[in-house]
């Protein structure tokens, strides 16, 4: 077993466990769309990718979320194709109170891993990036549905080695 399907599995087994547990009996998911931002020293590259994210809520301030991406369109840049292959991150959640008028200002903390594929000039084999992971976004009720929410989020998934991989995503959730 490969340390990618290993962290697969870990990513799986949490967040069944976390749905499983019985101290809060809602969930919600997520779809959006994700504009990454991969550095290269002094390359700017910019793959989007497609990322669904289910959550569950403990409180009103606390929560668990795990999050999927893959990849919709490749970046290139001087001959080198890049495409963020996959990304997946499991990540603790606090959010402000909804003080805001169906505004909900939110912070995430964990640990991801993304999946970096090159081709063309210059590519290199597929690699894999893990890292402490943090963001923060901003949610909007939907007017006249009460359990869909606008979506916005900037997440840092890796920092290291002359390497950083950002993510601004628009989406939408739904709670359930």
Not at 52 to 62: A, C, D, H, Q
Not at 144 to 148: E, K, P, V
């Given at each position: 077993m490969t340390n990618k399907q290993l962290n697969i599995y870990l990513v799986c087994i949490l967040l069944v466990a976390t749905l499983a547990t019985p101290v809060h009996a809602a969930f919600y998911t997520d779809v959006s769309v994700e504009y990454q931002n991969v550095k290269i020293e002094d390359q700017k590259l910019n793959p989007l990718t497609a990322?669904?994210?289910?959550?569950?809520?403990?409180?009103?301030?606390?929560g668990v979320e795990a999050s999927y991406a893959g990849s919709i369109r490749e970046d290139e840049v001087n001959g080198l194709k890049l495409e963020s292959e996959e990304t997946m991150g499991l990540y603790a959640r606090y959010n402000s109170?909804?003080?805001y008028g169906g505004m909900t200002i939110y912070l995430l903390a964990g640990y991801a891993w993304t999946t970096i594929k090159t081709s063309g000039l210059y590519a290199i084999p597929a690699q894999d990036f893990e890292s402490f992971s943090w963001g923060a976004g901003i949610e909007e009720r939907a007017k006249?549905?009460?359990?869909?929410r606008y979506t916005f989020q900037f997440t840092r998934y890796y920092d290291n080695d002359g390497l950083t991989i950002d993510g601004f995503s628009l989406g939408l959730r739904y709670d359930f």
């Open positions: 990322r669904i994210k289910l959550g569950v809520p403990y409180s009103r301030e606390l109170p909804d003080a006249g549905a009460r359990s869909m």
